[in-house]
C-alpha cells in the first residue's frame, strides 16, 4: 500500500488502546482526506470494561470499510483478530475479551482481518506498528519501496499462514527487549528504546514504544520533525502527526 501526501492531508495516530472517545474526537475535528492509525486498538489498564471493548469493536467495524481509513496491526490486536498463542501473546489478553470480540465482530471477522495491514508507505516512509529493525532484512535488501514491498509482502504471507498454524513468524513475534525469544522485535513488537536502530536510506514512522509526546531516534538535536528519520508516535494520542506534500507537522490533543 502506497499513500501520496500530494495535495491532501494525511493524518497519521497509533495506540488507541480503547480510547475510543479520544479517537473519535481528533477524527471529527481533524481536517483530512486521509487517515492512518499504526494499531493496538485494544487492551487498556485505564479503559478496560466490557463496554470499552465493544466500544472498540463498533468503531473498528464502522471505519475500517470507509475508503479514506487505513490501518496497520499492532501485537495487542493479533491475539484477537488471529488465535492467541505463546507466540502472539502479550499484556492485557484475557479470554473473556477475546469472546467478546469474536462475539461483536461475528461473520465479519474474516473481512476485518483483510483490512488490518502490517504496513504502508506515506510518501517514501515506511509505516508500522513498530517499525523494521536492519538486522530482519536479508542480505543487500534494496530500500526502494517496489523492492522492499516485494519483500515485506512475500513475509507478510509467510506470517500470515503461521498465524493460521500456531506457528510462529520474526515480523510478529517480540524480541528480548520484550520479553521475546528473538534477538530484535518484528513489524509488531520492534521496541523503539532498547531495541531499534535506524536503516540509512529508510525513514519510518511508528508506534508501540509508549512515551508522553512524539519523539525521534538519533535526531543528534534537530527540532524540526521534517529532520527526523525515524519517528515514535504512541504517546496515549495526546499527540499525533498530519502530512501534507510532504510536509510532517505535530499536532496536540489538547488544541482540539
Known sequence: MELSSEKQTILVLSDPHQEIDKLETILKKENYDIAVCLGDYFDSFS?????DVIKTCKFLKKYL??????????????????????????????RWKDQLITKEFGS??????EKFLW????????????????????????????SLSKWLNSQVKQAEISLASNGQHFLFCAGQGRGGSQTVGGLTWNCFDSEHSPIEG????MGHTSHSNILSHH??????????????????????????????????????
Not at 479503559?47 to 463496554?51: A, G, K, P
Not at 484477537?80 to 502479550?90: G, I
Not at 465479519?108 to 482481518?113: L, S, V
Not at 502527526?241 to 482540539?256: A, V, Y
Open 47 to 51: 479503559h478496560n470494561s466490557e463496554q
Open 65 to 94: 470499510f470507509e475508503p479514506r481509513f487505513f490501518t496497520t496491526v499492532g501485537n495487542h490486536d493479533i491475539s484477537y483478530l488471529w488465535d492467541y498463542t505463546r507466540h502472539t501473546q502479550c499484556s492485557g489478553y484475557y
Open 119 to 146: 504496513y504502508l508507505f506515506v510518501d517514501d516512509r515506511l509505516l508500522s506498528h513498530a517499525g523494521l529493525h536492519p538486522s530482519l532484512l536479508p542480505p543487500n535488501q534494496k530500500l526502494d519501496k517496489k
Open 202 to 205: 529508510l525513514a519510518q514512522i
Open 219 to 256: 535526531t543528534e538535536g534537530s527540532l524540526d520533525v521534517n529532520d527526523w528519520n525515524d519517528i515514535d508516535i504512541d504517546c496515549h494520542l495526546n499527540e499525533y502527526l498530519t502530512i501534507k506534500d510532504g510536509k510532517l507537522t505535530i499536532k496536540k490533543f489538547i488544541d482540539l
Open 108 to 113: 465479519f471477522m474474516p473481512a476485518i482481518r
